[in-house]
């Protein structure tokens, strides 16, 4: 595989970050769903229409857009094989012929003649090591007028379904550093005038970012044991406690369930999440 984000390469396709997110595909699936919601209605797919998915992970979005368009084609891309493999075998089982799948570097693939009508991500953008170099490959596979259309995360202090369990564990336990703001990572692209920067740069026009809320449920729902575990499972789980001793693993944990617990509904622990739905043409 051609790719010049060697270290995103090798955390997807290797280690415990990858295993999580297969183990517990269907989780973020349910927790993720509304965002897909946001993305397919945004990019107005159409039956008979080609649709690329960047980042596709383990397939949700790339299957969805299959339904839709029926005799047309669900192209999903991403860096991870074993995300790749488990998207193929759920596109398969689900009987979705019109899906395909390619383990590759959205920001220097050669897609050839195929042009898409539609490009997507829900949050699959937010890893390029040069963000203007990946939007203008990928504008260069979309046709003329083509619609784009993902999401990604406002800052950290806008989502409360990472302020309230961070706050709660940083009693215990110092929180990880962020990096730099425009690093490759959950917040590259939290600053709305440099995703209209990089987008214009990289060639597209009729730019639109709009700031979305919505109810997230924690971990897809369940309990709050659910919802701890989820989140002590994760990368930032995992970061946050590794080296930690199990005793004060276990006051941190035990704070976040109880911040955790005014927000438990019928559904699942659910709180507020910001994102940037972001649509432009081609």
Not at 138 to 158: K, S, Y
Not at 236 to 243: Q, W
């Amino acid at each position: 595989m051609k790719t010049e984000n060697l270290e995103q390469a090798e955390h997807w396709n290797s280690g415990d970050e990858v295993g999580h997110w297969i183990a517990r595909q269907d989780a973020y699936d349910r927790m993720l769903a509304p965002f897909a919601e946001m993305i397919v209605d945004a990019a107005a797919i159409h039956p008979g229409e080609h649709v690329l998915d960047i980042g596709c992970g383990c397939g949700a979005t790339t299957r969805a857009v299959a339904q839709l368009v029926g005799t047309g084609v669900s192209v999903g891309i991403d860096l991870s094989g074993p995300m790749l493999e488990r998207a193929r075998a759920d596109a398969t089982a689900a009987g979705q012929t019109n899906t395909r799948f390619v383990q590759a570097d959205a920001q220097v693939y050669e897609f050839g003649d195929e042009l898409f009508d539609a490009v997507i991500s829900r949050f699959g953008i937010m890893f390029f090591a040069d963000p203007v170099r990946a939007f203008a490959n990928i504008h260069g596979a979309t046709r003329d007028g083509g619609r784009l259309a993902f999401v990604c995360w406002q800052p950290l202090i806008e989502n409360e379904w990472l302020l309230v369990p961070g706050g709660a564990i940083a009693q215990h336990v110092p929180l990880p550093d962020l990096g730099s703001p425009n690093a490759p990572g959950m917040f590259a692209f939290a600053d709305p005038d440099r995703i209209r920067t990089t987008l214009t740069d990289a060639g597209w026009r009729d730019i639109d970012v709009a700031s979305r809320h919505t109810p997230l449920l924690v971990g897809g729902g369940g309990s709050i044991e659910d919802a701890v575990g989820f989140l002590r499972e994760g990368s930032i789980g995992r970061a946050v406690l590794a080296g930690t001793d199990g005793p004060t693993a276990e006051r941190a944990l035990g704070a976040v369930r109880d911040a955790l617990m005014p927000y438990l509904t019928a559904d699942g622990v659910q709180l507020d999440a910001a994102v940037w739905l972001v649509r432009a043409s081609a």
